[in-house]
């Protein structure tokens, strides 16, 4: 490849990436020759800097025509950014969760690693977003997920916080083989890695032969992101690594890593299977075919995610089993495939984003000041931080989605979405519905303790500028895109034609 | 003139008090009980301004605002596949229920005196808990309605669980998951209407069902009305989805009972008589002689079970049941006098249990119990309040001249006209009814006294404004009933042409 060709690019498309990875190199340098002796936080605050930067680099990309550069293997559509904003946003946050972390049982050795795998961890997110290849797709997942192995083992002197790497490590790796296996009969039938590419190939597919071969592909690819998403069956993972790995990556994982996992679902089922014919031309694209393996998997989780969840006594469990079933309820979404659902799943991860990040700044905080992790730690806080339990409180009413909140609304577009479709999935919104209120369980038991139960000590919080921070974003965003959701919705729908330049 | 804003002021206003409450320090409790009880003002004062403006013979759709709210756009980004709207309006029958909320909302403020503790939480969430009742009134949408209901669940289910008495977590939590439950149950409903006809306003949806070629059969809107039937049937409640009703009107405190009993309940009714009847009226039709069975089984189911209990909380908790079932009669009927008195029941039991509560509420005061045994004698401690306690029980046993009597007797007379059999079965509620309710009264009043009501006060002060207001509301209606029969007007004819008759 010549010079010229490099410099044909237009690059101001990877500008936000670039800052990213700017930052992370100089983060490298800065920690290893800063003295032992001055505190690392300034990394971290220099990492927050770094992600608001590249958020504003983002903004006047919006808008533009389709980018492809790299010989189509990256590229900056409207889905990009529309979904890197997300990224950007939820890891930015954490980065404030972050700085505020007491660094302890071995953490405070890494300090430095600490907040710049952060960033890592981001930059493969977003190389993920603008993936028009499979190969810088599953890299981009790699990078996610290497950095995220490495953060949830952070606190070296802690046995649950190995743990939590080593299951890490093994379940996310099988699963990485897996996608990997599954879409290598997608470049065997195709010969081709581009995205675009593949699409327009499988699209002329006329051998109903290959379709099954593709079904398999499917099947495989289903399971392994099922894994990275933690739905169930394959969740088992999520409760130890979450419990183990510091509260701020629990967050990262919770949040960040999930956009992640569904961008990739995105990607991958709706440019490759959804173009595939079953048989030939114009026929019923695998995905549809396929559609009840998403529906159970779907209803699976959500069951699951939230019966169990009833039983936990750790929050940080808890908390996994929620997002487990928030996994369910946005693959319901993907299930019913209407042709709103990029907005309806920004819309929804949005709104995870602000309510769960938000609920694991308190977390932080309550678990930082009792030492443990008992939900029966929240007792009293109301009386010890009314502030605190006031936001929580708000953010576990939009968790479980009640009006007003931003969580209502994300639950409202795909609750729609199971009915608006020529087929409507009745039991799908029936489980979804029921499984909702199974989750005011557990989500009011929180405030029961919280505003209910006498609190074991009486002594006061005093709550970091980092943690202050993220709930002011997280309780405000929540109840504003609750009352007025088209704030979020008019800005998507006014900049990002996301279904256009999908597919173009 | 532009009287759009005044719906949204009346609904909204009484965040002004939630906000001024939130700056106060949380010691001052003189204070935050009088702003909780002046927040509760201009709600009421606004809602009896439109009950002037009606009498003066205008128009109730004066106060009807709509503007856009949210959009669901698909592919093309300038025409949203779906929209929906902030509305509120108001109907004859929207009208007497926001008056009704407005005026137990005040009263309850004034029974909240007796709280004992943390009054800067209690007022807010009870101050919310107002928007929320007002705007499930006023809402001209299934989301907005929606949303003003789930507003409800959460400062009750707080109000119960921190202020209520010995089983509060469990009453609370009984409350949020049963009406959880119903609620989902009809968003599954409104979610379904939403997706077919692409739009949730009620008198649209009304409309679009009578027309033939709309997307929806038969089978599926049958389907729809017993979903609505079981959401607002715990809400009511109907026999068997009472039982959470009972835990919540023995351990809430006595304010929050007022509400719950007098309001809350009431939601249930509204929705069925408005949605069910109003939306689905063919439907409704075919499941009248089932909706006239289940309202004769609450009433007698009710009325039976009142007369064991020891407890006067329990009596008054199964009479609510018992008189709901009087509501469910009148809606079987089908009929103007049977749908009349099913609305006049809502009303007139919304302000005799609230009555009833109210006083409850001063007797466990001083007295710490409820039991009736306990409170044998109260006639002689306690004559004021033995003396309205009798007055309230005899108009909840339908004494003519009292509101109990028009709406029984309106009810009544709408089913004997159609389905005679299951009416007749009936009646033997209305005999339980005094029954129970003598028994239970007369027992505290005259019973045998085994306390000294030694410096133990009679009614005093304040406490005489809830007990005489709804007191003279009770006797207004019922010698003069065209207060409520006259904006009911309106509402009927139109329920009426929709079920063709």
Known sequence: ?504 | MNLSWVLTTLVFSPLAGIAVLALLPKTQEKLIKLIGFLATLPPLALGLAAYLHFLDGKKLSDFAVSTEWIQFRGMNVNEPIYSVYYELGLSGFQLLLVVLTAVVATLAAIAARSVKKEWKGFFMLFLLLEIGMLGVFTAENLILFFLFFEITLIPTFFLIGKWGYFEKEKAAYSFLIYNGLGSAVLLIVIMILFAKTGTTNIDLLAHIMTDETAPLSGALKLGLLISLLVAFGVKLPIFPLHSWMLRVHVQAPPAVVMIHSGILLKIGAYGLIRFGMGIFPEQFETLAVAIAILGVINLLYGAFLAFIQTDFKMVLAYSSISHMGIVLIGLAAMNEAGIQGAIFQVISHGLISALLFFLVGVLYERTDTSLIDNLGGLAKGMPITAGFLLAAAMASLGLPGMSGFVSEFMAFLGLFRELPWIAAVGTIGIIMTAAYLLRAVLGMTYGKAHREFVGVADLRGVEFVPVVVLMLLIVLIGVYPSVLSSPLQATLETLMLGLGG
């Open chain 1, 1 to 504: 490849m010549s010079l010229d060709t490099l410099l044909s690019y237009n690059w101001s498309v990877m500008v936000p990436e670039f800052i990213i990875l700017g930052v992370i190199a100089l983060l490298t340098i800065f920690d290893l020759f800063m003295p032992k002796t001055l505190d690392r936080k300034v990394l971290g605050w220099i990492g927050i800097a770094a992600v608001f930067a590249a958020m504003v680099s983002l903004v006047p990309l919006a808008g533009g025509p389709v980018e492809s550069i790299l010989a189509d293997t990256f590229r900056l559509d409207s889905f990009a950014i529309a979904f890197k904003m997300l990224l950007l946003g939820g890891a930015g946050l954490v980065l404030f969760l972050a700085v505020s972390y007491e660094a302890k049982e071995g953490l405070e050795l890494y300090k430095g690693e600490f907040y710049y795998l952060f960033l890592t961890a981001l930059l493969g997110g977003m190389i993920m977003t603008s993936s028009g290849d499979l190969i810088t797709l599953y890299i981009g997942l790699e990078l996610l997920s290497i950095s995220s192995y490495i953060l949830a083992g952070i606190r070296k002197n802690n046995l649950q916080s190995n743990e939590s790497a080593m299951k890490y490590v093994i379940n996310g790796s099988i699963s990485s083989a897996i996608i990997l296996f599954g879409l290598s009969y997608v470049y065997g039938l195709t010969g081709s890695t581009n995205l675009m590419n593949i699409a327009g190939q499988l699209s002329q597919l006329m051998d109903g032969q290959q379709a099954y071969l593709l079904g398999l592909s499917f099947l495989m690819v289903l399971v392994g992101l099922a894994f990275k998403l933690a739905a169930a069956p394959f969740h088992m993972w999520a409760p130890d690594v979450y419990q183990g790995a510091p509260t701020p990556v629990t967050a990262f994982l919770s949040v960040v890593s999930k956009t992640a996992g569904f961008v990739i679902v995105l990607r991958i089922m709706l440019t490759v299977f959804y173009s595939a014919a079953t048989d030939g031309p114009g026929s019923m694209p695998i995905m549809y075919d396929m559609q009840n393996y998403i529906a159970v998997l779907a209803g699976a989780t959500m069951i699951i995610g939230n019966v169990v969840a009833l039983k936990q006594t750790n929050i940080k469990r808890l908390f996994a089993y929620s997002s487990i079933a928030h996994a369910g309820y946005l693959l319901v979404a993907l299930t019913t495939m209407t042709p709103n659902i990029f907005y309806t799943m920004w819309f929804y991860l949005l709104a995870y984003l602000l309510m769960n990040l938000g609920a694991f700044a308190v977390i932080q905080v309550v678990t930082e000041k009792t030492g443990s992790e008992k939900i029966g730690d929240f007792a009293g806080l109301y009386r010890r931080a009314p502030v605190l339990a006031v936001a929580m409180g708000i953010l576990l009413v939009s968790l479980a989605g009640f009006p007003g909140t931003a969580g209502f609304i994300g639950k409202l577009n795909i609750f729609i979405g199971t009915f608006v479709v020529q087929q409507p999935h009745y039991v799908l919104a029936s489980i979804m519905i029921a499984t909702t209120v199974v989750s005011y369980f557990y989500y009011f038991g929180i405030m029961v303790q919280m505003f209910f139960r006498p609190a074991a000590d009486e002594s006061k919080f005093n709550i970091p500028f980092g943690i202050l921070v993220v709930l002011i974003i997280a309780v405000v965003g929540s109840i504003l895109f609750g009352v007025m959701p088209n704030l979020a919705l008019d800005f998507m729908h006014n900049n990002l034609d996301v279904l256009m330049d999908f597919f173009s």
